[in-house]
């Protein structure tokens, strides 16, 4: 009888622990639907061996409803801590060493010189973007004509991400595009918009508009990424593949370390991702011109 008592306390006693111990490796520390602070006694649930954590109930139940996209989808937003192949959390990034990833430098060349940057480039913030410089020569002749400089690089990332952009309606007003569309860059991402009185509006909640456009390149572009392997460590794209979206286009990485290592230095790997595109492109077009011979 007492030995009977005294298992059952047992059973109850890791039962109740059983939230607390689960609640202990919660991936994020905001919930995912509502935005809000979570916090020890947060309901849970585990998706595919992540733990995250949700605010109330009600938004467990509306997770539980979701389709596996969606939830991956959620679930790689809100997981801020990664960790590293050994199961050791890995450290934060450093604020001063992180960047935005739509403020990101994706050029090849110099904006000043326009020859090709190589290992020993330069990156400054300048007006709230990144850019790249060939020499610390180069940083000095820039400033000293911010504007004509900024326009070229403008005019570069319109060129190469428009066939990226993910929309033919205008993130603000909803209109199309029509014929005359300004192509607005924010930070080093362009934004495609239906007129100039859409720049404001844009500006004025920029990082909403931001998020709604990465929904929709992941959205867009999901379906023929073209790339199996991860840019960074070359391993093979499974169930726990992260998606980042850097100007206008889908990256696929394999795991939240090696988003640590993207987030760092997007440029250094969106050659790889560039590359795969331009590819799948020429032997859709070649196909296509075969198909109609």
Not at 77 to 87: C, F, I, N
Not at 111 to 136: E, K
Not at 164 to 188: E, F, Q, W
Request: charged residues 25%; proline residues 4%.
């Amino acid at each position: 009888m007492i030995r009977s008592f005294l298992t059952s306390l047992t059973v109850l006693t890791a039962l109740t622990m059983l939230p607390c111990i689960a609640q202990a490796q919660a991936v994020n520390d905001t919930c995912p639907l509502s935005g809000q602070a979570v916090s020890k006694s947060s309901p849970t649930r585990t998706y595919k061996g992540t733990e995250v954590a949700f605010c109330c109930n009600k938004c467990t139940a509306s997770f539980d409803k979701m389709n596996d996209e969606t939830k991956a989808a959620l679930v790689a937003k809100v997981d801020t801590k990664p960790t590293t192949p050994e199961g050791k959390k890995s450290a934060k990034l450093d604020p001063a060493e992180e960047i935005s990833l739509n403020s990101a430098y994706l050029l090849t060349t110099c904006p000043v010189s326009t020859r090709p940057l190589g290992s020993n480039v330069v990156f400054a913030m300048v007006d709230g973007r990144q850019v790249g410089f060939c020499c610390g020569g180069c940083k000095t002749r820039f400033n000293r004509d911010k504007d004509a400089y900024n326009k070229k690089i403008d005019e570069q990332i319109v060129k190469n991400q428009m066939h990226y952009y993910p929309m033919d309606t205008c993130i603000v007003s909803g209109r199309k595009l029509g014929d005359n569309p300004v192509n607005h860059v924010a930070g080093n991402q362009l934004v495609r918009l239906c007129c100039k009185g859409c720049v404001d509006g844009f500006n004025d909640n920029k990082d909403k508009y931001l998020l709604q456009i990465d929904e929709m390149v992941v959205k867009t572009q999901s379906k023929d990424y073209p790339l199996k392997t991860c840019p960074v460590s070359d391993k093979a794209l499974g169930s726990t593949a992260v998606d980042v979206v850097v100007g206008d286009r889908l990256v696929r990485l394999c795991c939240t370390v090696c988003r640590k290592s993207f987030d760092k230095d997007p440029a250094r790997y969106m050659s790889t991702v560039d590359k795969a595109w331009k590819t799948q492109c020429e032997e859709e077009a070649a196909s296509k011109k075969t198909a109609s011979r």
